[in-house]
């Protein structure tokens, strides 16, 4: 049988994408592209260093947000991707890449959704003074950080936590849920 071809979309670290690339092969599905849209980002050398192609650019460098998610939808027509994992992708998933993605593209997010959507939940969260926050994966739909949910993880905040020291904690516990989610969802797409 034919392995799902997936593809990471990243903008930073890449964390998440090498705790994928770790699991790989037991997660039923081949990861066949990184897309980032932050040339220079540190995910790119990990890509590299697991031998997944790339396709970086600047979205900035197109004329509008269509274009750019246009281009982005040839290269995962080329690459023949069937599904969308987010890792740290910094940019909202408009409609041109949604439609012809719809229910296949998943994001991991650093809080208990709808608790702190945005882009510092694990800031929002601290500042808040919450006792518990955690990690959220969800389908993406056309809001932010809105799409139905398919696993949650909590993460306690300790009393002598910083921010960096929690984030450090969420993001093992996001390691080890995003990879066990993804082999779910590709055990029950068979
Ligand atoms: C993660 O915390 C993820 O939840 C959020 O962006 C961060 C990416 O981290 N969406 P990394 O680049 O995978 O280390």
Redesign the pocket.
Known sequence: MTKVRAAVF?????????AIMKEQSALECDIVLLVCDKPGAA?IQKAEKYDVSTFVCDAKSYASKEDYENEVVKQLEAWQVDWVF????MRIIGPTLLKPFEGKII????SLLPAFPGKDA?GDAFRAGVDRTG?TVHYIDDGIDTGPIIAQASVPVLPDDTKETL?ER??VV?HELYSRVIKQLMDSNK
């Not at 990243?10 to 090498?18: L, V």
């Not at 987010?86 to 992708?89: I, N």
């Open positions: 990243a903008s930073g670290t890449g964390s998440n994408f090498d995910v987010l890792a740290g992708y994001n991991i997010h650093p694990i990690v984030k969420i993001q996001e």
